[in-house]
């Protein structure tokens, strides 16, 4: 009898706590960046199923997820980090461009914040051209919060989007977007953005999609 008390207990715990996230009202700001102008910078759809390290779910982000030794980074440093190979494609005819992307799960992650994100980087090569490097802040918290609305009501996917804004203010105030670049690039400022299409109900594998908008800005003109 106390073990099925303790049980009701635990589980009326759990449901209280899960209202009280869904009913602060941060929980339903994302505080997303506004999105760039696609006809300035078209998105680049990929794939991040090839890493190492997290998966960068929400017990991840909560610092409490389980490794997965085959894919995981055994490097205690490395630990909440998740690194990949994405490739972007170009327009017709043009060579795709290979990038390195690199995330950690910020430390100052809270739900009671609203804040479950990753601090991303981005090394991104043209063959022939040059390469930029990218830094962001990636807020999960949208598609983590609907999810569990979702699960909350039995498992209704309704109210899970099929596209998620992730870019969003660093909360540390670190500067994003193009922090650096080489090559043609040289020189070059920018700002990327990021969304996260979660895989459809249906579908046989839980692969998620992913896009990228690269915005670039050459340097000033300088008149000697």
Request: hydrophobic content about 45%; proline content about 8%; charged content about 20%.
């Given at each position: 009898?106390?073990?099925?008390?303790?049980v009701l207990g635990l589980?009326?715990?759990?449901?209280?706590?899960?209202?009280?996230?869904?009913?602060?009202?941060?929980?339903?700001?994302?505080?997303?960046?506004?999105?760039?102008?696609?006809?300035?910078?078209?998105?680049?759809?990929?794939?991040?199923?090839?890493?190492?390290?997290?998966?960068?779910?929400?017990?991840?982000?909560?610092?409490?997820?389980?490794?997965?030794?085959?894919?995981?980074?055994?490097?205690?440093?490395?630990?909440?980090?998740?690194?990949?190979?994405?490739?972007?494609?170009?327009?017709?005819?043009?060579?795709?461009?290979?990038?390195?992307k690199v995330s950690a799960?910020?430390?100052?992650?809270?739900?009671?914040?609203?804040?479950?994100?990753?601090?991303?980087?981005?090394?991104?090569?043209?063959?022939?051209?040059?390469?930029?490097?990218?830094?962001?802040?990636?807020?999960?918290?949208?598609?983590?919060?609907?999810?569990?609305?979702?699960?909350?009501?039995?498992?209704?996917?309704?109210?899970?989007?099929?596209?998620y804004p992730l870019s969003?203010?660093?909360?540390?105030?670190?500067?994003?977007?193009?922090?650096?670049?080489?090559?043609?690039?040289?020189?070059?400022?920018?700002?990327?953005?990021?969304?996260?299409?979660?895989?459809?109900?249906?579908?046989?594998?839980?692969?998620?999609?992913?896009?990228?908008?690269?915005?670039?800005?050459?340097?000033?003109?300088?008149?000697?």
């Amino acid at each position: 009898m106390r073990a099925l008390v303790g049980v009701l207990g635990l589980v009326l715990g759990i449901l209280v706590g899960a209202c009280l996230v869904l009913a602060n009202p941060l929980a339903w700001f994302d505080g997303e960046l506004p999105p760039l102008p696609a006809e300035l910078a078209p998105a680049k759809a990929y794939r991040w199923e090839d890493y190492r390290g997290i998966e960068a779910g929400a017990a991840d982000l909560l610092g409490v997820g389980r490794q997965d030794r085959d894919a995981a980074l055994m490097d205690p440093a490395l630990r909440h980090v998740r690194i990949g190979i994405v490739v972007l494609p170009a327009g017709e005819g043009a060579p795709a461009a290979l990038a390195v992307k690199v995330s950690a799960i910020a430390e100052e992650n809270s739900l009671w914040r609203a804040q479950l994100g990753t601090h991303d980087y981005w090394n991104i090569f043209w063959p022939g051209e040059g390469s930029v490097f990218a830094s962001g802040y990636s807020n999960f918290w949208g598609v983590i919060r609907d999810t569990l609305f979702a699960a909350a009501r039995d498992g209704d996917l309704e109210s899970v989007a099929t596209a998620y804004p992730l870019s969003a203010p660093s909360p540390l105030g670190n500067s994003t977007g193009v922090t650096g670049a080489s090559g043609r690039y040289a020189r070059f400022t920018g700002e990327f953005r990021e969304q996260l299409f979660p895989a459809p109900p249906a579908a046989k594998t839980k692969d998620r999609d992913w896009e990228i908008a690269l915005k670039v800005n050459p340097p000033p003109v300088t008149v000697r």
